[in-house]
C-alpha cells in the first residue's frame, strides 16, 4: 500500500480557527501525532502526560490533548499527541473517530465498511456470509487475551 498524505483542518476544541495541513497517513500510530509548537499556536492545551511505545522499541513520555479535527466537512474532537519534532502524523484512533478505514489496494481513505472482508481480526466473518462450519460449533482464540474460545 505505501504511505502517502492527506489534508485534515486542525484546531481547537473552542471553535477557534482550523489550519489546514498535510498529514501522514500512520496506520500504525495510536494517535495523531502534531508538532508541539504548532498546536501550543492553535491554543491546544496539554491535558495528560502519556507513555508511548515507538515501532523501533523506544518508549517516551509526551503530553497529550485534544484538538478539532476537520476532514471532507466533518468535525471531530480527537487526542492528539505534541510531539517535540517536526511530526505530522494521522493516527488510528483518529481514523476510527471518524469512522474512515485505509483502502489496502490504493493510498485512499473512505468510509469504513463493516462487511468488508480484509479485517485484521482471522475470525472475522461478514454479517451475511455462512458460518465456517454449518450447523457447527466455531472455535478459535481470543487474539486479544490468547484464551481459547467456543462459540455455539
Not at 455462512?130 to 457447527?136: L, Q, T, V
Request: with cysteine; net charge neutral; glycine share 10%.
Amino acid at each position: 500500500m505505501g504511505t502517502f498524505v492527506t489534508t485534515v483542518g486542525v484546531g481547537d476544541t473552542n471553535g477557534g480557527e482550523l489550519r489546514n495541513v498535510e498529514l501522514l497517513v500512520d496506520t500504525g500510530a495510536a494517535h495523531t501525532m502534531l508538532p508541539a509548537t504548532f498546536l501550543r499556536q492553535l491554543n491546544v492545551e496539554p491535558l495528560e502526560n502519556v507513555l508511548l511505545a515507538f515501532a523501533y522499541g523506544g518508549q517516551a513520555v509526551w503530553p497529550v490533548g485534544m484538538a478539532t479535527l476537520s476532514y471532507q466537512g466533518r468535525l471531530r474532537q480527537c487526542p492528539v499527541v505534541f510531539c517535540p519534532h517536526e511530526q505530522f502524523l494521522l493516527g488510528a484512533t483518529t481514523l476510527e473517530i471518524f469512522n474512515l478505514a485505509v483502502d489496502p489496494v490504493k493510498p485512499a481513505i473512505g468510509p469504513d465498511d463493516p462487511d468488508r472482508t480484509h479485517r485484521l481480526d482471522p475470525y472475522h466473518r461478514p454479517r451475511n456470509a455462512p458460518s465456517r462450519a454449518i450447523g457447527k460449533p466455531f472455535s478459535g482464540c481470543n487474539m486479544a487475551t490468547g484464551r481459547d474460545v467456543r462459540i455455539s
